[in-house]
């Protein structure tokens, strides 16, 4: 059962942008940390981005001052804004659920990222 469904990936150019999304069918959407991971080809599956319930905010250094994590919990989804990427950050992106940022039990099928020219 996959209750995290990620969206708007594909292929961009170096220096362009993507913006993906996470929407998840519970209930209880307001009171959970979410976040976004990464894996790119033969390399460990990456922290990306968290947000916590109250909307606290943290980020990858690789990412920090290119990437935004937001939440709208009126429709129960966790966005991550990617600017100016670079083909290192081309990978598949997973988002998660959790009781607590670091700590997270639910995890979406992935959008595949793909930065070339």
């Known amino acids: 059962q996959v209750h995290l469904v990620e969206s708007g990936g594909g292929l961009v150019q170096p220096g362009g942008s993507l913006r993906l999304s996470c929407v998840a069918s519970?209930?209880?959407?307001?009171?959970?940390?979410m976040g976004w991971y990464r894996q790119a080809p033969g390399k460990q599956r990456d922290f990306i981005a968290s947000?916590?319930?109250?909307?606290?905010?943290n980020y990858a250094d690789s990412v920090e001052g290119r990437f935004t994590i937001s939440r709208d919990n009126a429709k129960n989804t966790v966005s991550l804004q990617m600017n100016s990427l670079n083909p290192e950050d081309t990978a598949v992106y997973y988002c998660?659920?959790?009781?607590?940022?670091?700590?997270?039990?639910?995890w979406g099928q992935g959008t595949q990222v793909t930065v070339s020219s």
């Open positions: 519970g209930t209880y959407f307001r009171f959970y940390a």
């Open positions: 998660a659920q959790g009781l607590a940022v670091g700590r997270f039990s639910t």
């Open positions: 947000i916590s319930p109250g909307g606290s905010t």
